[in-house]
Nanobody, 123 residues
């Protein structure tokens, strides 16, 4: 079982910055991708940013140029740097991790979610 611990949400004024952190732990054999999704009230959960094991990143059009997803020095840790935030960035942000757990001859896939952290941007 893989656990995700998120931190860094809160209240920020429009134009400000915030950094979200996510650390995955457990019997992780390999990590395919980690990233952040968000869900605003009355809307579906959407991808914010994703980074693969090879280092490729993917961003929602709405955050390109403002948000940066990076890996931490600690294994299986990612950071989402959010700059120039807007009121429309207000949502619950969820960390996601996908990969495999177990041992080389006995692996199982996983797709884990964090509990979510609230980000509120005031105008």
């Amino acid at each position: 079982q893989v656990q995700l611990v998120e931190s860094g949400g809160g209240l920020v004024q429009a134009g400000g910055s915030l950094r979200l952190s996510c650390a995955a732990s457990g019997n992780i054999f390999s990590m395919n991708a980690m990233g952040w999704y968000r869900q605003a009230p009355g809307k579906q959960r959407e991808l914010v940013a994703l980074i693969t094991s090879g280092g490729s990143t993917d961003y929602a059009d709405s955050v390109k140029g403002r948000f940066t997803l990076s890996r931490g020095n600690a294994k299986n840790t990612v950071y989402l740097q959010m700059n120039s935030v807007k009121p429309e960035d207000t949502a619950v942000y969820y960390c996601n991790a996908r990969g495999h757990t177990g041992q080389p001859l006995n692996v199982m896939s996983f797709d884990s979610w964090g509990q979510g952290t609230q980000v509120t941007v005031s105008s």
